[in-house]
C-alpha cells in the first residue's frame, strides 16, 4: 500500500447521522487516511466505521477508556502510538 500524504484524526461518539456526509467531505478536500477513534457507541457510529474500514474509505479504532482517563486525551495518546496515524 501506498504511503497517505494526509492524514486526519479524528475522536468520535454518536456522529452516525452526520459520518458518512464528513467522510465524503474529506476525502473530496485531499485527506487519503481518516482515522476516528470511537468510545461507548450507542447510535452504530462504530458499526458504519467498521464497515467504512472494510471498504478501504477509513480507519477505525476502539478507544476503551480506563475508568480515570478522558475519552480525546486517551484517544490522542494511543494515536501517538499508532503507526497507521503517524507513518
Known amino acids: 500500500m501506498a504511503a497517505s500524504r494526509y ?3 479524528s475522536m468520535m461518539k ?4 452526520w459520518l458518512l456526509e464528513w467522510v465524503a467531505y474529506h476525502r473530496l478536500i485531499g485527506f487519503d487516511n481518516i482515522c476516528v477513534y470511537t468510545n461507548d457507541c450507542s447510535d452504530g457510529t462504530d458499526n458504519i466505521l467498521r464497515r467504512l474500514e472494510a471498504l478501504g474509505i477509513v480507519r477505525h479504532f476502539e478507544n476503551r477508556v480506563p475508568e480515570e482517563k ?6 490522542l495518546r494511543l494515536a501517538t502510538q499508532n503507526p497507521v496515524v503517524t507513518d
Open 70 to 75: 478522558k475519552p480525546q486525551p486517551n484517544a
Open 14 to 17: 454518536d456522529e452516525g447521522p
Open 7 to 9: 492524514t486526519l484524526l
